[in-house]
C-alpha cells in the first residue's frame, strides 16, 4: 500500500512540475518580445542624462561630427515621454536645441530651436522618417516607433556574436507610415536590447543596418553606449557613442518646454 501511494505520488508530482514547466517556458510573441526591448532600450529609468558624440563618415572616409546632450523623461503611469537635445558643436550648430514629446497612439510633437534666425520650427508628423540633423538615424529612430504601428512576428531564436537572440520581423501596418518595408530585429533573450536590425526599403532591398558595438551596465541597467547605422546602398554611417550615461536624475518635467529650447538649462546640459 505505501509503494503504491508513493507511486502516486510521484506521477502526480512529475505531472504538475512538467505543466508548470511549461507555463514557465511558454514562447513570447513577436509584439512581446517588441515590447519588451522598446522597455529596455527606450524607457530605462525613470529619466536619463548622456552626452552624445555623433560621428558621420562617408563612404570615403569623410567624418562630420555631432555633439550633444540628451535629456530623456518617462510620464507616470503611461508610454508618453519627452526627449531634449542641446547641441555643443560644431560651430555652425552650437545652441540648436531638439525636443520631442512622444505619445502612445497618435503622433508625437517635435521642435527644433535655431539660434542663428531665432526660430522655433515645428516638424511636421510626415518629416518624422527624415535624417536627423544630416546622420543615418531618422527623428523617429531616436525616439523609437510607437508599438501600435507595426505587425510583429516570431521568426526564430539563433545565436549572434555569441548571445542567444530571438528574430522579429516588424511590418508597418499603413505603408505610408514608415520608410522601411520591413525591419528584422535580433533581440537579446537576457537584456531584450536591439542587437542589430536590417531595415529593407520599399522595393524589398537591404537599405540601412543598425548595430549594438558595445553594451554596459550603469547602475544595473543593460545600455547600448556605442551603436551605428549603416546605409548599407550608399556606403555612408553615424556612429553613436553615449558618455556620462546617468538615470534617475530628478529631472523635471519643465524642463520640456519652449522656453527651455530658447534658453537652454545650463545646470543639465554642461
Do not use: C
Request: charge should be positive; charged fraction near 30%; aromatic fraction near 14%.
Amino acid at each position: 500500500m505505501k509503494i503504491k501511494n508513493y507511486i502516486l505520488y510521484s506521477i502526480t508530482f512529475l505531472m504538475f512540475w512538467n505543466f508548470g514547466s511549461g507555463m514557465a517556458q511558454k514562447k513570447l510573441s513577436g509584439k512581446e518580445i517588441i515590447t519588451k526591448s522598446q522597455q529596455a532600450f527606450y524607457y530605462a529609468g525613470k529619466d536619463m542624462q548622456a552626452k552624445v558624440l555623433m560621428k558621420l563618415i562617408s563612404k570615403n572616409g569623410g567624418e562630420r561630427i555631432r555633439e550633444l546632450t540628451m535629456l530623456r523623461l518617462n510620464m507616470k503611469d503611461s508610454r508618453d515621454q519627452k526627449y531634449y537635445m542641446y547641441f555643443h558643436r560644431p560651430a555652425d550648430v552650437r545652441g540648436m536645441t531638439f525636443m520631442v514629446w512622444k505619445y502612445t497612439g497618435r503622433d508625437d510633437d517635435r521642435w527644433l530651436y535655431i539660434p542663428a534666425i531665432k526660430l522655433v520650427k515645428r516638424i511636421a508628423a510626415d518629416d518624422k522618417n527624415s535624417s536627423f540633423v544630416g546622420s543615418d538615424f531618422s527623428y523617429e529612430d531616436v525616439s523609437g516607433r510607437d508599438l501600435s504601428d507595426d505587425i510583429y512576428t516570431l521568426k526564430k531564436e539563433e545565436k549572434i556574436n555569441g548571445r542567444d537572440a530571438f528574430v522579429v520581423e516588424s511590418v508597418p501596418k499603413q505603408a505610408s507610415s514608415a520608410y522601411f518595408s520591413r525591419k528584422v530585429s535580433w533581440i537579446d533573450k537576457e537584456t531584450f536590447l536591439p542587437l542589430k536590425e536590417e531595415y529593407y526599403d520599399k522595393r524589398g532591398e537591404l537599405y540601412k543596418t543598425f548595430t549594438a558595438d558595445k553594451i554596459e551596465n550603469i547602475k544595473d541597467i543593460p545600455t547600448i553606449i556605442k551603436r551605428t547605422m549603416l546605409n548599407t546602398q550608399n556606403g555612408h554611417r553615424t556612429e553613436v557613442s553615449f558618455t556620462e550615461v546617468k538615470y534617475n536624475i530628478g529631472l523635471r518635467d519643465n524642463i520640456f518646454s519652449e522656453r527651455y529650447l530658447r534658453n537652454a538649462p545650463r545646470k543639465w546640459i554642461r
